[in-house]
């Protein structure tokens, strides 16, 4: 089993709906992020929580939410969806102890939205 | 300008050549890098990890960090189909990976 998972990995739909993207992890780590992938554009950071009493704002949070339910449970929403938040979304977790502490961040395998 | 700038190639050599994936940066202050590689429909995985300047060798892997001009190389030897992936630079100044910027991305293709 992935010890990041996404769901859902794929969805499609419209402009105005309100779509939440899921995300559990099972490494134990208390830090999460929410990163989207756009082609030319790399990955940008959107959102992360360090806990579930901390969240913050990312590079590119305008648009968006998230929700800290549980160490173990972080979730991202478009309240409004609009087509230009068409990507390829991210959850990643980290480990400020682990043995390559700066930057390793261990990836689920994404969840790719259409806005129509 | 991009802080950090990645030839998005696609780059695509016989199996058994030595590739070499570039990125360049602007901000001086970075000095943690890392190599990630992204297999198709998967999320990235950390290849290569260095801190400021100098080499840093795994197997067929070699990072490379020339701060003096804001250059990181990856190399790889003995290239195998089985690297064909995309390859994602990242960088930051501070320790924790919430700063951390990351380049465009390669796509790299290697051909048996």
């Known amino acids: 089993d992935a010890d990041v998972t996404q769901t859902p990995r794929n969805r499609i739909t419209k402009t105005g709906k309100r779509i939440m993207l899921e995300c559990s992890q099972t490494k134990g780590h208390d830090r999460m992020y929410w990163y989207r992938q756009d082609p030319g554009l790399g990955l940008r950071l959107i959102y992360y929580?360090?806990?579930?009493?901390?969240?913050n704002k990312g590079e590119i949070s305008d648009g968006y939410s998230v929700s800290r339910q549980a160490q173990a449970k972080f979730s991202l929403s478009l309240e409004s969806a609009i087509p230009n938040q068409t990507a390829l979304y991210f959850c990643?977790?980290?480990?400020?102890?682990?043995?390559?502490?700066?930057?390793?961040?261990?990836f689920g395998e994404g969840s790719r939205l259409t806005v129509l | 300008q991009k802080e950090v700038e990645q030839d998005p190639g696609p780059l695509s050599v016989p199996e058994g050549a030595i590739v070499s994936l570039n990125c360049t940066y602007s901000?001086?202050?970075?000095?943690?890098f890392m190599w990630y590689r992204q297999y198709s429909r998967k999320g990235p995985e950390l290849l290569m990890y260095t801190y400021s300047s100098g080499n840093k060798e795994d197997g067929r892997f070699t990072a490379q960090v020339d701060k003096s001009s804001k250059y990181i190389s990856l190399f790889i030897r003995d290239s195998q189909p089985s690297d064909s992936a995309t390859y994602l630079c990242a960088m930051s100044f501070i320790q924790g990976a919430q700063k951390l910027v990351f380049g465009q991305g390669t796509r790299l293709t290697i051909n048996p």
């Open positions: 929580s360090f806990d579930v009493k901390d969240i």
């Open positions: 990643a977790t980290s480990d400020p102890a682990g043995r390559r502490s700066t930057g390793e961040l261990f």
């Open positions: 901000n001086s202050a970075f000095q943690y």
